[in-house]
């Protein structure tokens, strides 16, 4: 269990196999993110359709509503949404670390101010864990201190070192615990500063074996050369044998920077809010679903793509749902940005397998960016 | 085309079958309301799942938005919305009498102003019909004049001798278009006044034949039992090889209570509108999907429901998606709904097939009242 299964490298990009708990996931993939144990708007059905392998629950959110007792009551959070595949749950960190004014951090941890109903809590890397633990997700993530992304050198430091002493607490408690079913990643900070990250991954390791790893805190404010350096300074120090998680990253163009450089799991809510927004991402950039010119077209959305949205309805249809503002629109095109996300994992995997990733990513790419100029 | 099979009859209650251009609908039947040309956050896919055997779509918002021609662009109402199956759509009557202070009626026809954005439009029999060509369901109505549920003897008869003069106009005009793939059916009104329902229903067959017809202007008021006075008044006198749809009604009772009194097709939003507040109808009456009660409960919505949530989803986890305002809450209860008068339809006509008709309606509608009251 939590074996992962390298199948081929080139140069840093890599295809493999990850054995899970409620079943396999083919690398690179994205996860999309189901904040509450949902994807917005989507039933598990509709997320099944769009190939994806495995869902990202929010922990802080789920703490907060259901509450994790009442996920435990029905039997954990596969049984409770009915998604029957992998799920990893975050640690809730990115989410009291956002919540500027409404948290105060301690050693011990972060006491936070509830979204929902103002109450005051308190999320310890036991409790995350515990929390986590209770969820039942294939996958728990260490309890984090996030940083923003321009954060200057003292805030990066005190958080990539909190992060690895609450390492050493999250593990403790997970293995006093005693999950089988259950496997605990750490996840690497240090900001954008080189020798900081560098020593996060080296404390991280120390603190090892782990069954995966994840980099935190990018995707926060810094520019992208700035995360693309990160990544490449950390890849060839990271464990081979292992699955590496860009957290919260990304945008189409993301994932393919990232696989280059060797990352295997990304999640992220850009596919979904953009979706409810009506912005739907094709290979020639994005699309306004709203803009009068889909007016009356017959056409697919993306006529490449074999999503369920795009092999049913026509451009017309998706238009006219956004104006009369039926929520069917929202869910069509977040399927279809997921579809379109989860299929660029799919198709970087096969060109990785069969040895032609590399001209085929670079051509993808610079289409991407002169179209986005 | 447009033939009406009368399979059998158990006192007033019928089951037939109606051959359509898209298709066959076995009666009695429910109609979902698709108003925008689609039924609210719902794909063809989840309806035709329900059972759903034809959708209503409402020719005054379709002719607002997106506009009759953009329908037509896009090859008529099946194609714009994907759904394959028959469809019917009203004459807009119902929406531009109900739009008080908004509207100016004269013999010609109503001006209106539009609810979107405020532009003034006419709709006389002539554009209501030549709208509905436009759109392509298998059935168009006669553009009617609709009387409040309580209308004094002087306003029902004004609008049912109207309705009387603008069923000439309706039928000229859809003679000049000469449409083999739609019929048009005429509507009664005539209020809540026994002998203009009578006037209504001879001037109505004087102007015949008809492949269906009609029964307008109830369930908007009047109390059920001067509802039912209306029905069982008229059921003798309708022809019997034709089917007969009663408008915008309803909700489970009034389903069983019309088909025990002569009718074979419904229409109503209340299974959608209830749906998407968390109203879910269930054989013990209706459930607050937001209650507290739900909370944690791995029990289906309804145990005896073969629908799409209650088969799939546990009670707790559509409660939390209503606690956190997910879409997807109203998409599972709108289902649910919808299949719960589907197939009080299905299990009716399956009873008058076989005989047991009488014993079954009797009881389904004395459990019900006993737990309504």
């Known amino acids: 269990m939590f074996e992962f299964r390298l199948e081929r490298i080139i140069g840093a990009a890599r295809a493999g196999t990850l054995a899970l708990p409620h079943g396999e996931v083919r690398t690179p993939a994205f996860m999309p993110v189901g904040t509450y144990g949902v994807v917005r708007g989507l039933s598990p059905a509709d997320v099944r359709r769009t190939g994806a392998q495995i869902v990202l629950g929010n922990t802080y959110h789920l703490h907060l509503r259901p509450g994790e007792e009442v996920v435990r009551t029905m039997g954990g959070l596969n049984r409770f949404t009915t998604w029957d595949r992998p799920m990893l749950t975050d640690s809730g960190g990115f989410q009291v670390f956002s919540l500027e004014g409404l948290r105060r951090i301690s050693e011990n941890g972060v006491e936070f101010q509830s979204h929902v109903d103002g109450s005051f809590r308190i999320l310890t890397p036991e409790r995350a864990i515990e929390i986590q633990r209770t969820l039942g997700a294939d996958i728990a993530m260490a309890f984090d201190h996030v940083v923003p992304g321009q954060a200057p050198h003292a805030l990066a430091l005190e958080g990539m070192e909190r992060t690895l002493r609450w390492l050493d607490r999250c593990r403790l408690r997970h293995e006093e615990l005693a999950v089988e079913t259950q496997t605990l990643w750490p996840i690497i900070q240090g900001g954008t500063h080189d020798e900081l990250r560098m020593q996060s991954l080296e404390g991280t390791l120390e603190r090892g074996p782990w069954t995966g790893i994840a980099i935190g805190g990018l995707s926060v404010g810094e520019s992208k050369p700035v995360m693309h350096r990160v990544l490449e300074q950390l890849g060839p120090a990271l464990p081979r044998d292992i699955p590496r998680y860009l957290m919260g990253v990304g945008f189409p163009a ?36 709203r803009g009068a010119a889909l007016t009356g077209s017959r056409e697919p959305l993306d006529p490449e793509c074999d999503c369920e949205t795009c092999t049913t309805f026509p451009r017309g249809y998706l238009r006219h749902l956004f104006v009369v503002e039926d929520m069917l629109g929202m869910r069509l095109v977040s399927i279809h940005n997921i579809r379109f996300l989860v299929r660029l994992g799919e198709q970087a995997r096969a060109r990785i397998l069969d040895g032609t990733f590399d001209g085929w990513s670079r051509d993808w790419l610079r289409r991407h960016y002169a179209r986005a100029s």
């Open 254 to 289: 993301d994932l393919l920077e990232g696989i280059t450089r060797g990352i295997d799991l990304f999640d992220c809510v850009a596919a979904t809010r953009n979706g409810r927004h009506g912005t739907a991402w094709l290979p020639a950039g994005r699309v306004n679903v």
